[in-house]
């Protein structure tokens, strides 16, 4: 089935969105970026969806994140559901703030493996699912998340994902459960003691196990 692994290069395709014609490579530049499709434009969940990450841009740009969204329909089709989304948004009259591309011919939800089997629209044909990938600046898929077109996303859960992405690639740590940025995180397994001491000036905890092995190592960054 086609599809991207993490740790690969994502395609750099070329494509038509509500801000023109885009290569992706040169539309992320030096940044981050997230793609999330949506299974149609003008329906219920993918509308909440879209508000909810428009009310969220600012969040985005402020990690150095670039938006953009990919849905099924034309480029006609989403610049006037954008309308819809911004309404819900309570936010009328004020342009979506990341653009939309148009695979009507569903040649890049293909390519990427973003179809869901068991949604059709009236013409028996499939929709795309919710999908998510997270880009890094070298071009990398850093973070892909799949949910079938009936389940909407948590917008949220994506900048914890997106927080503990970057500062994983930073620093030589790992983000436990539920883990929000402030909180103490892991050293991680590979890295021995005599360097984790030196790296972090905070100290370094470790939980005693009953198994007597010391492998839960925390650090405040």
Known sequence: MPGILLGEVFPNFEAD??????KFHDFLGDSWGILF??????????????SRA???ADEFK?????????SIDSVEDHKNWSKDVMAFANEAGTPLPFPIIADDKRELSVQLGMLDPDERNKDGLPLTARCVFVIGPDKKLKLSIL??????RSFDEILRAIDSLQLTAQKKVAT??????????MVIPSLPDSEASALFPNGVTTK??????KYLRYTQI
């Open 54 to 56: 428009a009310k969220l």
């Open 147 to 152: 949910y079938p077109a009936t389940t909407g």
């Open 62 to 70: 402020k990690r150095g994140v670039k938006m953009i969204a990919l």
């Open 17 to 22: 969105t509500t801000s023109g014609r885009i």
């Open 176 to 185: 436990p459960v539920d883990w929000k940025p402030g909180e103490k995180v």
């Open 37 to 50: 499709s949506h299974p149609a434009d003008y329906t219920p969940v993918c509308t909440t969806e879209l």
């Open 208 to 213: 005693e196990m009953p198994s007597g092995k």
